[in-house]
């Protein structure tokens, strides 16, 4: 049987998609297991299956920030089996109604002897709506189970006491109206800064804003992949996961097109950290950082945190985002779930040889005409770099992937 890999690198690919739902009964419960409906009566269902994404920092310089997607995707509906529950016809007769279902995507990849391969779970989140047209298609939007977070206020806890980060976001994520949809993952904090009495009790905010000042106070990341819940720093694997080859590599190429190259990446150079209303700051030691990216400090409120954390939180940010790392935007194959955001990838991009017909080792003779060629490009990467990935797109249609990196700097 073919590895992953090598069906993900293969020339002709013939991938798997697959779409199920839990429906809820009458009495709100989910139904015990998943129902396959992209093939119902085996009739192909789906006109479109969409994209998703994940993706980490997503915004220049925003502390903590993360995304997970929602997914759109359209429907073939001419004999109404995706109306509403009242009809008869549909798929929810008999049940309590169409919004909140549970929906998953598993994609994979068929072998040569027609074994599936790699098949899991790409994304998984509940229904918010159903638009059916005349045109027989209909239409579902469906929410990552990040939006859970953002439906219930932290007033609901009654919280008091001073808490640390890892306490106050495992107290939010340990609750069965959560865990119904995200099992719960012990929180570690980057910094486990504690919260005052004062600012926990007067904590305003959806669970899900409440994660992200936690990831603020304590230089993390509030992470999800498809049900699996983290809190945690940014720090990239130990290994890569991925070794991705572009032109010029004399290999298959996995990069298809360059979407864009920050070969500097300052967007995200902070030098200097300012606790905003209190002594606390950090700035760079390093002369040329300050000469080149010295603006305005970056002003942080951190009230909430105690007074006892506030120098290592600042000092952490600083370390963070103190030197400018390159960003990398591309195209490759369908990766299934082999890649997600804070892996370790190499990259290796060569550029083209001129002229064409150049000095090949072994494959040259004395006096036959052979140069020496040099490599010609703007972009040419070694794969001694290590790169952090940021954010990953799967266009479940197209069966391609978008991969955001930043290199990761030794």
């Not at 009964?25 to 994404?53: C, F, H, L």
């Not at 669970?207 to 603020?216: E, H, I, P, R, S």
Request: net charge negative.
């Amino acid at each position: 049987m073919s590895t992953l890999t090598e069906l993900i690198r293969r020339g002709k690919q013939k991938p798997i998609r697959k779409c199920y739902i839990k429906r809820r009964d009458t009495d709100g419960d989910y139904e015990a297991d998943w129902v396959r409906v992209d093939n119902w009566k085996q009739i192909d269902r789906v006109a479109k299956w969409g994209k998703v994404s994940i993706e980490v920092d997503e915004e220049d310089g925003v502390i903590g920030s993360f995304n997970i997607s929602n997914l759109s995707m359209t429907v073939k509906n001419e004999d109404g089996l995706f109306n509403v529950e009242t009809d008869a016809r549909s798929i929810w007769y008999n049940y309590l109604n169409r919004s909140l279902t549970k929906l998953k995507i598993e994609c994979g990849y068929t072998d040569d002897d027609d074994s599936e391969v790699g098949v899991v779970s790409v994304f998984e989140g509940v229904i918010d709506d159903v638009k059916i047209g005349d045109n027989q298609q209909a239409k579902i939007k469906v929410l990552s189970y990040q939006t859970v977070l953002k439906k219930y206020d932290i007033s609901d806890l009654s919280l008091t006491g001073a808490k640390t980060v890892d306490t106050l976001v495992d107290e939010i994520m340990n609750q069965t109206k959560i865990t119904n949809f995200i099992p719960f993952v012990a929180s570690t904090a980057n910094e486990n800064s504690t919260i005052t009495s004062i600012a926990v009790g007067a904590l305003q905010n959806s669970y899900w804003g409440v994660l992200k000042d936690m990831a603020k106070f304590s230089n993390s990341v509030p992470f999800m992949n498809i049900t699996a819940f983290a809190f945690k720093a940014r720090t990239p694997g130990a290994t890569s996961v991925f070794d991705f080859r572009g032109h010029g590599s004399r290999l298959y190429d996995d990069i298809f097109k360059i979407s864009s190259f920050d070969d500097e990446g300052k967007k995200k150079v902070r030098v200097h950290w300012i606790a905003k209303g209190t002594n606390f700051e950090a700035i760079s030691t390093v002369p040329l950082l300050l000469k080149k990216y010295l603006g305005e400090p970056e002003l942080l409120t951190i009230d909430d945190v105690d007074d006892t954390d506030k120098q290592a939180l600042v000092d952490s940010l600083l370390a963070e985002w103190e030197y400018p790392k390159p960003v990398i935007s591309f195209e490759t194959r369908f990766l299934v779930n082999t890649l997600e955001p804070l892996n370790k990838i190499t990259i290796d991009i060569k550029g083209q040889t001129v002229p064409i017909d150049t000095f090949v080792w072994d494959a040259w003779n004395w006096d036959d005409g052979s140069k020496w060629g040099k490599k010609k490009g703007a972009i040419i990467i070694s794969n001694s770099r290590n790169w952090k990935v940021l954010k990953v797109e799967k266009d479940l249609d197209g069966w391609k992937t978008k991969v955001k990196a930043e290199e990761i700097l030794a």
